[in-house]
């Protein structure tokens, strides 16, 4: 065989792939894994592996004295954002007399950046912060590099704070300014960013490798550890700087961990993890419906009623009900609503679909409004003609959108001037029942003090505008008897008091109050609410919305005159009352980003405004931060130095292969201050026109046919 | 001492209490009024760790059916009837109602699609399921992700006769088992066959992937 042909069969072989992507079948699929403190890194070490974006993990390391659990979120693929716990085991959490035996715990923010990504043969890097808004006992600043040569994965980095105790390299930064000559001691309140100790002082070199095992599913880890974070609080003495530890996959989303560090402490740590930003599992496909015949058409001109009572049925099976309709000669139009299909556009498409099916051969045009509870939120018409090519895959969404056209006309609902309503006799009851949890985590009598208690959720519908919604509680198991910590607050107790509200509201009223919505102009939404709000504040106020429906921004206005509620939660009143009430603006960004400026007064009578910053993925999963800042001086807000903290919603759909609308939503402040507090409000008009506008239609439009 | 006592019954409580709201909220209350997923999250729960036969599935049903038919469970997933709409040239296609097929010759699968994964080709030196002891090799391509040819070394042994509860009745069939691994990815699984005397499989337990979880099928009703 000459040369030439020898590598041309040499070229080709190797480019084939003889077995395909075999690293996908092996059993234990190994992922970049947590480090000791949540973020992904290799023990006490991070690294400069990420999760993929729309991911969540929990992690629970546990050794003595120091203990972590922690949440951490990847709302992009170059960030991670970490929520942690510390229990430091040799400290006590306060005197005696304040705590009992309570070891000490500590909270703090972690984050860490991507700032390149390499595909090549340079490493990834990364820059990260660890503790940086609380007490800063576990404070370090880092940046960290890492090259993977197939199963083998070597980092090494520069670390300043805690991961620079180990020294070595003399304030590394001061040359570009004197601020990196030394650190400054965090404030004992906490919660101040502290930002110029970052990068600053003495640093260390630190290293490390990972090796994947993949045929069983181990990682083995070995790093070069310069940290010692007891230092500032009971120094542990530091016996050898190399940590050496092995990580079992049990799946790619459930991993154990066993580690020996500093020469001295076997580490246990577990790790969970979720992927949330599409939707895995597959759904049912729109229901077939028969076109009708030539007889049947004849009929339905004949006689309407047929045409409606059959839409009506056959929206019915995919969940979605017809709230008005309209057949005229050639155009359908049809008011629709869904409480499972949790796509607008999805809900669309498959309205279309149906009134296409029964729809005589003259109707040209299909209007589908949608709407969310009593409010017609949007509109989109279909060429009908467009939308049947797309059912029988002749068309392409892309396609039918330039057919398409989206507006909002929300103060003509077609519920007021369609022929068809559906028989709805008001008043309509409706409720349902299931059990809940309450949790207060990290107070100074016990880490976690809980409450089972059994919900039930009414609903009185006097008319489509108007309803009543109540939630009762009542309790089955809890703690809160155990809880002994009085507020000290000396501002109006508008939250701290929470103590006395879950120890005597045990059994409550959580909310009853009567509301009423409307649209009174084009793309102006009106709410107004009277009764008991949530479990602490009661009274009489409402809200505007102005959203421009081809804009990007809204526009809001609040107002609430509250009293504060009894500890009990029935039906009494305490004597603090207050006026509050915001400017709200908010904007959706590209990649489904959104932020949101609430401006104006809150309940305990301080002055300022609350920023919230989110991401929603097209799966329904949302991460958000918010963060106040008021008027109130550090000291008047007390530890903390100011309100913050994170939520997250997951969609329980994606558990499951049907569509529904319920959401597993978790929201943290980490201390219950007064400073900062705004009512909880129950149909805020932006939760329910939050993503209806032009652009969040366009963005789904994919699900139009699906 | 005391606190560990005090901590167990505390537990215990909590345990006791999450019980009844099960057991109580499935036996008496509308499902539809008592957050739904609690149930489903029940169901699929219960269903995990106490595997359950399909009710609906009876003999009576099976014959009522005018079409070739199977029970297929994968994993830990509910049983479900999946019918023959096709037999080409020795190998059996069957459907089943959310749009899986399944390929089969001489009762072992050769083919899937609809599944996450799916088994594309099924290369084999031993076309039948054998009442002898052999080794040989298969080679198996999927999609999803695409991994061509994949060795498989197979130990077929037979185990004797035994009797076997199937849908129709007892029977008595020949058990084959076969050993299947692949050393580099670290898979190793048994396939277990029942055959009766003519070599016709009428019950099997198939592993087709690394990537998904035992096949369980029963003929109900044969192709003739």
């Known amino acids: ?34 480090s000791n403190y949540g973020e992904t890194g290799i023990l006490e070490l991070p690294n400069a592996k990420f999760m993929n974006s729309g991911s969540m993990r929990f992690t629970f390391s546990s050794s003595y004295p120091n203990e972590y659990t922690s949440l951490t979120a990847s709302p992009f693929s170059w960030l991670e954002a970490t929520y942690k716990y510390t229990e430091i085991k040799n400290n006590l959490y306060g005197p005696a007399a304040y705590s009992g035996n309570q070891t000490a715990k500590d909270k703090s923010f972690d984050v860490k950046i991507r700032l390149f990504n390499s595909e090549s043969y ?34 090494t980095g520069l670390g300043w704070g805690v991961l620079g105790s180990a020294g070595g390299i003399k304030k590394p930064l001061s040359y570009l300014s004197d601020r990196f000559d030394t650190r400054i001691k965090s404030s004992d309140l906490g919660g101040d960013f502290n930002a110029g100790s970052w990068f600053a002082g003495e640093a260390s070199v630190f ?84 076109k009708i015949n030539r007889d049947q058409q004849e009929r339905i001109l004949r006689d309407n009623s047929i045409f409606y009572r059959s839409l009506n049925k056959s929206l019915q099976d995919e969940k979605i009900f017809i709230q008005a309709a309209e057949l005229e000669t050639n155009k359908v139009s049809l008011s629709v609503g869904s409480s499972s299909l949790r796509s607008l556009t999805r809900v669309a498409g498959r309205s279309a679909r149906i009134a296409s099916a029964l729809s005589p051969e003259a109707v040209e045009e299909i209007e589908v409004r949608l709407m969310n509870g009593s409010l017609e939120v949007n509109s989109i018409a279909f060429s009908r003609n467009e939308i049947e090519e797309g059912f029988s ?74 309803s009543l919604y109540t939630t009762f509680g009542l309790d089955i198991y809890n703690n809160f008897n155990e809880l002994n910590n009085p507020s000290s607050s000396s501002i109006p107790h508008v939250r701290s008091d929470i103590q006395e509200y879950l120890k005597e509201g045990k059994n409550n009223i959580q909310r009853m109050k009567l509301e009423y919505m409307s649209s009174p102009l084009k793309d102006v939404f009106f709410r107004a609410d009277l009764g008991l709000f949530e479990e602490m504040f009661g009274g009489i106020g409402g809200e505007i919305l102005y959203r421009p429906f081809n804009k ?26 207050t006026n509050t009430g915001f400017l709200e603006m908010y904007y959706d960004f590209p990649n489904e980003v959104s932020a949101s400026i609430l401006a104006g007064k809150y309940l305990a009578g301080d002055k300022g405004a609350t920023i919230d910053l989110s991401r929603r993925f097209k799966s329904g999963f949302t991460l958000g931060i918010f963060a106040t800042l008021t008027n109130l001086s550090k000291e008047e807000f007390g530890e903390g130095s100011f309100d913050k903290g994170f939520y997250f919603g997951i969609p329980t759909e994606l558990f499951y292969t049907d569509y529904r609308s319920g959401t597993i939503a978790f929201g943290l402040h980490p201390l219950t201050k007064d400073g900062g507090a705004m009512m909880n409000q129950h149909n805020s008009l932006y939760s329910i026109l939050g993503d209806t506008n032009y652009h969040s239609l366009k963005s789904k439009w994919k699900d139009i046919l699906d | 001492m005391e606190r560990y006592f005090r901590l167990e019954i505390k537990l215990e409580k909590i345990l006791l209490t999450s019980l009844i709201i099960f057991l109580f909220s499935c036996s008496e209350i509308n499902k539809q009024r008592i957050s739904p997923a609690y149930f489903e999250a029940y169901e699929a729960v219960s269903r995990y760790f106490f595997q359950t036969d399909n009710e609906l599935l009876t003999q009576e049903v099976i014959e009522n059916i005018p079409y070739a038919s199977a029970i297929l469970k994968i994993g830990r997933g509910k049983p479900g009837l999946i019918i023959l709409e096709k037999k080409i040239d020795n190998k059996e296609y069957w459907i089943s109602a959310d749009g899986v097929y399944i390929v089969t010759k001489n009762g072992r699968i050769v083919q899937t699609q609809g599944l996450n994964n799916n088994l594309k080709f099924f290369k084999t030196n031993n076309d039948k399921v054998s009442l002898e002891a052999i080794n040989y090799k298969n080679y198996l391509t999927y999609d999803q992700p695409t991994l061509f040819d994949l060795p498989i070394e197979v130990h077929a042994k037979p185990l004797g006769q035994e009797k076997v509860n199937l849908l129709k009745g007892e029977t008595s069939l020949f058990l084959v088992e076969e050993e299947i691994n692949n050393y580099k990815i670290n898979w190793y699984a048994i396939n277990r066959f029942w055959l009766d005397k003519d070599g016709y499989v009428w019950k099997s337990e198939q592993n087709i992937s690394p990537k998904l979880p035992t096949f369980y099928m029963e003929i109900t009703k044969p192709y003739k």
């Not at chain 1, 459930?254 to 577990?270: A, I, K």
């Not at chain 1, 609040?558 to 603090?576: I, T």
């Open chain 1, 207 to 290: 290293a490390g490798m990972e090796y994947d095992l993949k045929r069983h599913g181990l990682k083995f880890k070995l790093e070069y550890d310069t940290t010692e974070p007891d230092k500032k609080i009971l120094s542990v003495p530091v016996n050898n700087r190399f940590n050496i530890g092995l990580n079992y996959f049990l799946s790619e989303n459930l991993n154990l961990g066993l580690s020996y560090e500093r020469g001295n402490q076997f580490r246990f740590t577990v790790a969970l993890k979720g992927e949330f930003s599409k939707d895995t599992l597959k759904k049912p496909l729109p229901k077939n419906v028969v």
């Open chain 1, 552 to 577: 990007r921004w809204s526009l809001g206005l609040s107002m609430h005159k509250v009293r504060q509620r009894e500890y009990k939660q029935l039906f009494g009143f305490r004597d603090y009352e």
């Open chain 1, 393 to 466: 895959y002749k068309s392409s969404p892309q396609e039918i959108f330039t057919k398409s056209v989206l507006s909002s006309k929300s103060n003509a609902p077609l519920v007021n001037t369609s022929s068809f309503l559906p028989t709805i006799e008001f008043p309509e009851f409706t409720w349902t029942m299931s059990p809940a949890l309450k949790h207060q985590i990290g107070g100074p009598e016990a880490f976690y003090l809980g409450q089972l208690w059994w919900r039930t959720d009414t609903t009185i519908k006097f008319s489509r505008n108007i």
């Open chain 1, 122 to 155: 340079l490493p990834d890097l990364a820059i990260g912060l660890r503790d940086f808004a609380g007490t800063g006992a576990f404070s370090s600043e880092y940046l960290v590099a890492t090259k993977s040569f197939y199963n083998l994965h070597l980092t």
């Open chain 1, 1 to 34: 065989m000459r040369f030439s042909q020898l590598l041309f069969v040499s070229l080709f072989s190797l480019s084939y792939p003889c077995f395909g992507s075999i690293e996908d079948y092996y059993p234990k699929k190994i992922e970049p894994s947590p």
